[in-house]
């Protein structure tokens, strides 16, 4: 496989990523919490940007994979400055967002602070506002007492080892949330969720639709699939969901 490049960010931090050449707009893939870019859905879109001549950015946020730094370390805020901070590294044209659980909240800090030239958006179980309203609004009084106390507690997780939620990831999150105010999205947004998704519910996505500010947007709900959204027919939605919003964006 091939080395990685390495980018350090302003903070010190060195983010390893891969990027494909291409033609624009630039596709991004932003994954999820506690993933890296050698997952499924980085690794197949690269493949199809190769295919098709498209210029493709995979990463891992500090804290994530093989880039540098402690996991229980990053927060929201340091991931969305990594994202965002390597994008315009990489690239100062149009980009095409695809964000994955996390990183479709992700996705949304970056359109909505408007640094990086957003062209369009994929998102894939989109969790936005997930530490407030997925953590810690699960969490009963006891939990939350360790949290205060101890600065950490641990949530199981469907995919390994439990999660490490640290009190500083739930505070910078109380600072980057999005369902909170009016979230404009002024290109073509398609959005996929799976009907079985454990993480992210249904009810996430439709709330989601009705949250945001766009004139083209749509929800597809696949029945059966669940959060990993990674079979080999979901990779497909997926592809052709990128491919539907690239016919659209700026170039």
Request: some cysteine; charged content about 20%; hydrophobic content about 45%.
């Amino acid at each position: 496989m091939t080395k990685p490049s390495v980018w350090q960010a302003p903070t010190g931090r060195k983010i390893a990523y891969h990027l494909t050449e291409g033609k624009g707009p630039l596709v991004v893939f932003l994954g999820g919490f506690m993933s890296d870019m050698s997952g499924s859905k980085a690794v197949y879109l690269q493949e199809w940007a190769a295919r098709s001549g498209r210029a493709f950015l995979r990463f891992d946020y500090s804290g994530h994979g093989v880039s540098e730094g402690a996991f229980v370390d990053g927060a929201i805020g340091d991931w969305y400055a990594d994202a965002e901070g390597l994008i315009a590294h990489v690239s100062s044209g149009p980009v095409v967002l695809v964000g994955s659980s996390m990183g479709g909240w992700i996705s949304f800090l970056i359109a909505r602070a408007g640094l990086v030239d957003v062209a369009g958006m994929v998102t894939i179980a989109a969790a936005p506002d997930f530490t407030e309203d997925g953590f810690f609004a699960s969490f009963d009084a006891p939990t939350r007492e360790i949290l205060e106390r101890k600065g950490v507690v641990h949530v199981p997780s469907d995919y390994g080892a439990p999660y490490p939620i640290t009190k500083r990831l739930i505070e910078d999150g109380r600072n980057h949330l999005v369902m909170r105010q009016p979230l404009e999205l002024p290109f073509a947004v398609r959005m996929v969720q799976g009907t079985e998704d454990a993480s992210v519910t249904r009810e996430t996505a439709l709330g989601l639709l009705d949250h945001v500010s766009c004139e083209d947007v749509r929800l597809m709900l696949v029945r059966g699939k669940n959060h990993s959204f990674s079979d080999d027919d979901c990779l497909k939605i997926i592809e052709q969901q990128i491919e539907d919003v690239l016919g659209l964006a700026r170039v």
